[in-house]
């Protein structure tokens, strides 16, 4: 890590040895080696260039005046790492001093934290003894390269030489631990801590935050207050992150009126925690009034509104507060992008997808892989199949998310052969990439959509006899939908019989319409009954029950199915659709009275009618 090689002694200019003799009465140069070294320190300490560094440097060389630590400090400070790292391997006899900066400035500055540990070794091998302020860099660089094994050995080296009491120290291990999601060692370092102050409860709620287990961190901070101690920004966000998880609007509530009852400033970083939570919680109106309320908007800020609207099927409201973004002056990052290019995908706004595959290739992200995959979803939803492959085919790595996006998108366009193509790519040539439960929804649908049931049954049996993997309800659907499809109808009943977990509504519905398809009154009758007890509100069960009793000369049980329906108040959802036009995404709903615009839109439907006409194709109306 850190090479040695020779200390080449730059000519020095004159202004700096100007500077040096300016401290001395007379012209001549100072003579003792006291008002040289205060001098150069004094240089030092002013010097905000390399190349003023490098005279300086000289000079020290030149009346030997050995300031190493000063001269690394400041090399540290000039983020020069290479220049550093010669000066360290240079200098006679390193202490303490000097190993626990350049360790520091591994772990802070560069973040080269094999390198760190490294030399945490090298200085034990030199017989220096590491101290209070070794530890805490030591095990950050243990941390972030979750190796668990060194921070353990440094924690034994903590206890033996009575620093365990250090609270510093304390909070890194417990932070050391948590990274390494060691829990039950870092609520025992926690447990051990004498005197308790807010970065200890901290420490250990934010590593139960980061590591998904929000119910600990939520139960942690209520034990918190009951001790008497006031959060601070730190925990407020790990909490408010923790109640997203959750769901807990309730608590997520209190902590934002805590924010106001204490005069806490609401700056863009608590302030998108609670957006954030809002938005995982789905209370966009709440999300907006916070967001609205922020007298400075940053780019996180603008992202989690937009996230926030993206995920909660608000798709036209993300791509509006984007448009808003860009009026504000507020230059998009990766994670707008990814956000923005959700709600493209739900709206089908192809031209806006575009704009921002161009802008993010200007700005080199377009081969990131979460804008990456977030494009080739975006492309998929919207028709282009052929640009999402492209895409796909020339980024640079690839994660499981990516090959998803990919497998699913060819499987949605019907494309199932090339999707079990892909399927098989992934799992012969990237033994370092293992496919999880959302690659088989993939490969499962894929079957779906070309009716490969062979198939399916044999993919659906290596996901768990070779994998490994769990099926869940989306799994089941896909096999319910393959057989169901293919006519296997009593099959798919009895899968669902011997399902272990309860049906949800999806997979009787994909049975019902093939019942419908088959006209199979006998399987459908039983699907109608556990249906509509699952979804009484939802009217496509209604409407398909009746055409399949109606499929089979069943008028009485048909017209059963819709008084039925009426009774309960059941009214069928309008068809919708949109259209994007420069850059704006107009809805159209069945039934909508459009007034002004409602003549125009007859007369192009009356000729796009006629056009299909001429080449052979009639029109389709009944959108039941």
Not at 304 to 318: F, K, L, S
Not at 472 to 478: G, L, N, Q, T, V
Not at 535 to 542: A, H, I, K, L, R
Request: hydrophobic letters at 40%; a neutral charge; one cysteine or more.
């Amino acid at each position: 890590m850190l090479k040695k090689g020779p200390l080449r002694r730059s000519n020095a200019l004159p202004s700096v040895r100007r500077r040096l003799c300016s401290s001395s009465v007379s012209n001549s140069c100072p003579a003792t080696y006291t008002d040289v070294a205060n001098k150069l320190v004094a240089l030092l300490k002013g010097c905000t260039s390399l190349q003023c560094f490098k005279q300086i440097h000289s000079q020290t060389i030149t009346f030997s005046v050995w300031k190493h630590n000063d001269l690394l400090c400041k090399l540290i400070e000039l983020e020069n790492l290479p220049y550093a790292s010669l000066l360290f391997s240079h200098m006679p006899r390193p202490g303490d001093f000097s190993y626990n900066i350049m360790i520091r400035a591994l772990t802070n500055t560069w973040q080269q934290f094999d390198a760190a540990v490294e030399l945490y070794y090298q200085m034990k091998f030199a017989g220096i003894r590491p101290n209070n302020f070794t530890y805490p860099f030591l095990l950050i660089a243990c941390g972030n390269i979750n190796s668990t094994a060194c921070g353990r050995i440094a924690h034994s080296s903590i206890f033996k030489s009575g620093l365990d009491t250090d609270m510093h120290i304390c909070h890194s291990l417990i932070t050391f631990y948590a990274r390494c999601a060691q829990m039950d060692s870092a609520k025992s370092v926690f447990d051990e801590i004498g005197e308790r102050d807010v970065v200890s409860w901290n420490s250990l709620i934010s590593g139960y935050s980061r590591l998904g287990l929000a119910k600990e961190a939520v139960e942690l901070f209520r034990k918190m207050r009951m001790a008497g101690f006031e959060p601070n920004e730190m925990t407020l966000v790990s909490v408010l992150g923790s109640c997203g998880d959750l769901g807990d609007i309730e608590m997520g509530k209190r902590i934002e009126q805590f924010l106001e009852e204490n005069g806490m400033k609401m700056n863009s970083y608590i302030g998108s925690s609670l957006l954030n939570m809002y938005g995982k919680c789905g209370d966009l109106k709440s999300a907006r009034r916070v967001f609205d309320q922020m007298s400075k908007r940053e780019v996180i800020s603008w992202n989690a509104m937009i996230t926030g609207y993206a995920q909660n099927g608000m798709a036209e409201e993300a791509v509006k507060l984007f448009h808003l973004m860009k009026e504000e002056g507020v230059s998009p990052d990766k994670i707008t992008m990814v956000g923005v290019l959700s709600a493209c995908a739900a709206l089908g706004a192809l031209d806006l997808g575009i704009w921002i595959d161009e802008y993010a290739s200007q700005r080199g992200l377009r081969y990131n892989i979460f804008v990456g995959t977030a494009l080739i979803d975006m492309y998929a939803k919207c028709g282009n199949l052929e640009r999402a492959l492209s895409l796909f085919e020339e980024m640079p790595t690839r994660n499981i998310v990516c090959w998803n996006a990919m497998i699913m998108a060819s499987a949605v366009h019907g494309r199932g052969y090339e999707a079990i193509s892909l399927f098989t790519r992934l799992i012969e040539d990237n033994h370092h990439i293992s496919p999880n439960d959302v690659t088989f929804v993939g490969v499962l649908s894929a079957c779906v959509h070309v009716g490969l049931v062979e198939e399916g049954r044999k993919w659906f049996n290596y996901m768990v006899s070779t994998i490994g993997i769990v099926p869940k309800m989306e799994h089941y659907s896909c096999m319910v939908d393959l057989l169901a499809r293919a006519g296997y109808l009593y099959e798919a009943y009895e899968f669902i019989e011997a399902m272990p977990e309860k049906p949800d509504a999806v997979t009787f519905g994909a049975l019902l319409c093939a019942c419908r398809n088959h006209k199979n009154v006998e399987v459908g009758e039983r699907v109608i009954n556990k249906l509509l007890e699952l979804e009484p509100s939802n009217s496509g069960n209604y409407v398909i029950s009746s055409k399949l009793y109606a499929s089979s000369n069943r008028w009485d049980d048909s017209a059963r199915i819709r008084g039925l329906m009426r009774e309960r108040g059941v009214t069928k959802t309008p068809g919708c659709s949109w259209i994007e036009m420069d850059n704006q995404v107009h809805e159209f709903r069945a039934g909508d009275n459009l007034q002004n615009s409602s003549k125009d839109i007859s007369e192009v439907l009356n000729l796009l009618y006629d056009d299909m006409k001429l080449h052979s194709h009639i029109p389709e109306t009944d959108i039941e």
